[in-house]
């Protein structure tokens, strides 16, 4: 079965401070794991995905295969960044598309 | 060009009530997706349609809710006799529908359902 867990409903850091939103899956092939983001009144969006092992908006995540993780890092936090943010896995087979979220973690940043 | 576009963007209706809701997905993407959002359950799957394919709708949680996809385009989700619990805010998204990284699932605003 597929499951994702992010073991914090709320974080709350002081601005300029590192941020670590946690992410582990359970997944018995190879998935691809993606962050989403849902900033206040805004659509839940793409932030990043783990093939791309690209930085955005100043965060990333390795996916590590050893802890079944893919946690998310910005090591200076901004206001900006309080938001809704998902982790999700998708099966990597063909033909599985669909995604499994995570319950989300509200990140506030304090100023 | 428009993003994926959901009406109505909120529902009040009564228990026991059917409501529809639709999903335009952006021109030229042949998947569609429709998630749930709910306090306490995060985001659920629900149902997925790829081109002509059958739709998987592993994701439905009773045989109360539906969906249809016309002309491979449009989307309705269909809730009969509508309980407490089906309350919640129902997210459609649609991508190219291709394997691999580059199938990003956009997603559209959301309709919020509130049954009393």
């Known amino acids: 079965a597929q499951r994702v867990t992010q073991p914090e409903k709320l974080l709350s850091v002081f601005k300029g401070a590192p941020v670590e939103l946690k992410c582990n899956y359970s997944?018995?092939?190879?998935?691809?794991l993606f962050w989403y983001v849902q900033y206040s009144r805004q659509r839940l969006q793409l932030l990043l995905r783990h093939i791309s092992r690209e930085s955005i908006k100043g965060f990333t995540a390795d996916l590590n295969k050893g802890e079944t993780s893919f946690h998310l890092k910005k090591p200076f936090a901004q206001e900006e960044d309080s938001a809704m943010y998902y982790c999700a896995l998708r099966g990597g087979i063909q033909g599985a598309q669909k995604l499994v979220f995570g319950q989300g973690t509200r990140l506030t940043i304090n100023p | 060009g428009a993003g994926v576009s959901q009406s109505p963007s909120n529902k009040v209706t009564e228990k026991g009530k059917d409501v529809e809701l639709r999903c335009d997905p952006i021109?030229?993407?042949?998947?569609l997706y429709w998630y749930r959002q709910s306090l306490g359950q995060g985001l659920e799957f629900l149902i997925y349609f790829q081109g002509n394919s059958a739709p998987d709708k592993s994701g439905l949680p009773s045989d109360r809710f539906s969906a249809e996809r016309t002309g491979g385009s449009v989307s309705t989700l269909t809730i009969q006799r509508t309980q407490q619990e089906d309350s919640a805010v129902y997210l459609c998204a649609s991508s190219l529908g291709i394997a691999g990284g580059l199938n990003e699932q956009f997603f559209g605003p959301g309709t919020r359902l509130t049954v009393l």
């Open positions: 997944y018995s092939g190879s998935p691809e």
């Open positions: 021109s030229g993407h042949t998947a």
